[in-house]
């Protein structure tokens, strides 16, 4: 028998939602059962404040996050900044000069105003996220550090994720935090010491809640921090190898509702 625990942490993109950025009907279901018997239900996420309502719009009721690698921890109902840990502008200037120099072709991305808004060089490739109010296209070099940032965002084309977040990581060795989340080559950046679990143990700490009581759920290199921290770290059977290494379970892939039928087996909710 799985002990229950008394709060369930978990990832989005990869983990919780299948990879046409859906919440099953099952799965937000389980999330609603269990916020309303009283156990806390946290998404610790990468993504920006501005992506989340994506999510909420598939769910009974909008869930506190952890966003931007754990550099900001957001109330949805009050819409409340709860905590934000960004990264200072001289200490991102010093950040883009050192990959410049390591990293030919390399560019820049910032998320701003609390990961409300992005601002990128012209040459940095967006992919889905097109919102012409919230994000635009820097005027001078000057203007990516130009403002605390809560994540910087590097790409150097299409690249190995995994050598590319090493070569990062060296370059910005006891300065800042490197890691990744897909597959695409892009490497995140954050504050030294901001991860996921930094966020997440703030929030328990908040809440009178000690780690070895979280359950968390998480699929790829940047939720390894937070499964590491967490008392029972599950990882879904489509994980990154880096996960699935450090897990204590492995439950049914993103695809197949693993968070779900995990949780409806701690929860007796099967």
């Known amino acids: 028998m799985r002990e229950v625990p008394r709060l369930v942490a978990t990832d989005i993109d990869g983990t ?36 989340l309502q ?9 869930l506190p996050a952890i966003c931007a690698n754990g550099a900001v921890v957001y ?11 960004p990264l200072a502008p001289e200490l991102l200037a ?46 001078s070099p000057e203007e990516l550090h130009s403002v605390p940032a809560v994540k910087l965002l590097a790409r150097a084309g299409e690249q190995d994720p995994d050598a590319f977040v090493r070569v990062v990581a060296g370059a910005l060795q006891g300065l800042a935090e490197a890691t990744h989340s897909s597959y695409s080559g892009l490497v995140e950046i954050s504050a030294a010491g901001v991860t ?14 000690d780690e070895r009581d979280v359950l ?15 008392g029972r770290a599950v990882a879904v059977a489509n994980a990154h190898p880096a996960v699935l290494e ?4 492995v439950t049914a892939a993103n695809s ?7 949780l409806e087996q701690v929860f007796g909710l099967a």
């Open 16 to 51: 919780l939602i299948d990879d046409d950025r859906v919440v099953s009907p099952r799965t937000a279901g389980v999330l609603q059962r269990i916020s309303a018997a009283g156990t806390p239900v946290v998404l610790v996420t990468g993504r920006p404040i501005r992506w």
């Open 54 to 62: 994506l999510v909420y719009d598939q769910l009974a009721a909008p």
């Open 75 to 85: 109330d949805p109902v009050a819409d409340e900044v709860l905590r934000a840990d």
């Open 94 to 139: 010093e950040v883009a000069r050192r990959l410049r120099a390591e990293v030919p072709g390399v560019s820049f991305a910032v998320e701003i105003v609390d990961s409300r808004q992005m601002r990128h060089e012209a040459h940095y490739p967006l992919r889905w996220d097109a919102d012409a109010e919230a994000i635009r296209a820097i005027e």
């Open 196 to 209: 996921k679990a930094a966020g997440l143990a703030w929030y328990c700490a908040r809440l009178g809640i």
């Open 216 to 230: 968390a759920f998480g699929d790829m290199p940047n939720d390894v921090p937070m499964l590491t921290w967490a």
């Open 246 to 249: 450090i897990a204590d379970e």
């Open 256 to 262: 197949a509702d693993g968070v779900a039928a995990y």
